[in-house]
């Protein structure tokens, strides 16, 4: 099963009277993991499927910035039976921007059909 790269951060909204506020939250190893297992395979209870494993897909960059934090998150969820087999980087590929198509604020006339006179 492939999933998109590991939860660092949780976002919440903390509530200050009547006022909500958003809440940045750095997950730990621990947590993350446990954010993976439900987050992604939750919808799986029930069913008897078969998980051989996770695949990360991510960028490279964050691999390199946090290794130790990977590779608790990667211990943790071999722990629990579930192991991340890999961690896929996709090719960056630049897509070259097309300009906006103009589209006209009202719609075309209908051409109107002429019938022959009836005599």
Known sequence: MAVSD??????????KGT?????????????SAVVLRERYLKFLE???VAVHGVVCVGHARARAVAPAFYD???????DSGIPLLARV??????????PERRVPTTAPARPTTTRPRRS
């Open 6 to 15: 590991l939860p660092r951060v949780e976002h919440r909204m903390r509530t």
């Open 46 to 48: 029930g069913h008897d």
């Open 19 to 31: 006022e909500e506020i958003p809440h940045k939250r750095y997950l730990s190893p621990q947590q």
């Open 89 to 98: 980087t996709p090719p960056h590929r630049t897509v070259p921007r097309r």
């Open 72 to 78: 608790a998150v990667a211990q943790d969820m071999d």
